[in-house]
């Protein structure tokens, strides 16, 4: 198979699909892999290391598009990159495309280029595990904690505190709604400074397995500062409330997210407090949450310091780069050695992965989000 890795172009996006690693494997399979020029750049990757694995090195991504017959990208496409989409009738793009929280200009596109396109946050296995979105999920907690602590502090408007523990002061609060991969891991990064952590989840299952392993890693010493709380209005309003730092993590596979944060919970909390929204792909899960970017990451409402950044992993991209290779190679071995169609038919995790087909949405909740339910058709429909 013919193999295509795009450079990124959106606003400080960093990360690219492949490592040089992950060519050398694919190649040794037996296919032929292309890379745009510097598209390793950002993630510490030079030219010559993907020469070197066995990958062709082109300056023009038409030239790559039209050469390939899967094409590999960590973003959805922006409009600069439609051009390209128009080459792409009966091809396929697999990446993360987050298309019930973005334009629907970008879905439309897709449609009217036949794009078979398979989105990674959508890939679900049996056990309902989402592989290629849990690693940057990871990075993601982490990095809204990291963002978090950095826009509390008094040059920014932020309350004037850490999220440490400090001898003989009062220790900051972070609230974390939702408790999947990104709200554990915002609240492991949280609760390892020490600090008072809430993590709310509406599933009390999710509740007791996050206690549970929280309680592993953080040990007794700090574990004693994090509490995990079954979330109802009530619960929620009160913590929200008492926050200086607030994460949304709401997550529905595929789906906007919903508006669990409301415009009074916000309006509650205190000045300077600071709110970062990780769900903002999907649409975001609080009030008043809207995309911003690496270039200018923050705003503020109601008295309140906002960061909602769309593609936040990007700033950490050796880490996300590796991370995301592991996850997505094996997917992409199976296509390359059993046909994509073939594969996205037999294995019902990729079944799920599809967002377009043949012109047709083939995700439901999409298709409800963006209003195009005469657009949609059901995977097993449009792959006889």
Not at 58 to 72: G, H, R, T, W
Not at 140 to 160: F, P
């Amino acid at each position: 198979m013919i193999i295509a890795c795009l450079k990124e172009v959106k606003d400080n996006e960093n990360r690219v699909a492949l490592t040089p690693d992950g060519v050398r494997k694919l190649v040794k399979l037996g296919n032929t892999v292309y890379v745009e020029r510097q598209a390793g750049w950002g993630s510490g990757y030079a030219d010559e290391d993907y020469v070197s694995a066995g990958a062709h090195i082109n300056d023009s991504p038409f030239e790559i598009v039209k050469k390939a017959e899967l094409i590999m990208k960590i973003k959805e496409p922006v409009k600069q990159e439609f051009y390209w989409l128009k080459l792409m009738n009966g091809k396929t793009l697999f990446t993360y495309l987050h298309l019930s929280g973005v334009d629907p200009e970008l879905t439309k596109e897709l449609l009217a280029n036949g794009v078979t396109a398979i989105a990674y946050e959508t890939v679900q296995e049996k056990d309902g595990s989402l592989p290629l979105l849990a690693p940057m999920s990871d990075v993601a907690g982490v990095l809204a904690i990291q963002y978090g602590a950095n826009y509390m502090q008094k040059k920014y408007g932020g309350v004037g505190k850490t999220l440490g523990k400090i001898p003989g002061a009062d220790s900051a609060l972070t609230v974390v709604v939702g408790g999947g991969h990104v709200g554990a891991a915002a609240a492991r990064a949280a609760g390892g400074m020490g600090g008072e952590v809430v993590l709310l989840d509406i599933n009390p299952k999710v509740v007791a397995i996050r206690k549970q392993e929280l309680r592993k890693i953080l040990g007794p010493h700090l574990f004693k500062n994090v509490q995990v709380i079954k979330s109802d209005e009530k619960t929620l309003s009160h913590w929200v409330s008492k926050a200086d730092l607030l994460i949304g993590a709401v997550l529905v596979p595929g789906a906007k997210a919903p508006t669990v944060v409301s415009e009074k919970m916000i309006r509650s909390m205190h000045s300077g407090a600071v709110i970062v929204d990780v769900a903002i792909d999907q649409g975001g899960c609080i009030w008043g949450a809207k995309p911003t970017t690496h270039r200018s990451p923050r705003y503020e409402r109601a008295g309140k310091i906002f960061c909602c950044i769309t593609n936040m992993p990007g700033q950490v991209s050796r880490q996300s780069t590796q991370a995301i290779t592991n996850a997505t190679l094996p997917y992409i071995v199976k296509m390359a050695t059993g046909g994509i169609i073939p594969m996205v038919r037999k294995h019902r995790a990729l079944t799920l992965g599809l967002n377009t087909h043949a012109g047709y949405l083939t995700y439901e909740r999409v298709a409800k989000d963006l209003h195009m339910e005469n657009h949609y058709r059901s995977p097993e429909e449009v792959l006889k």
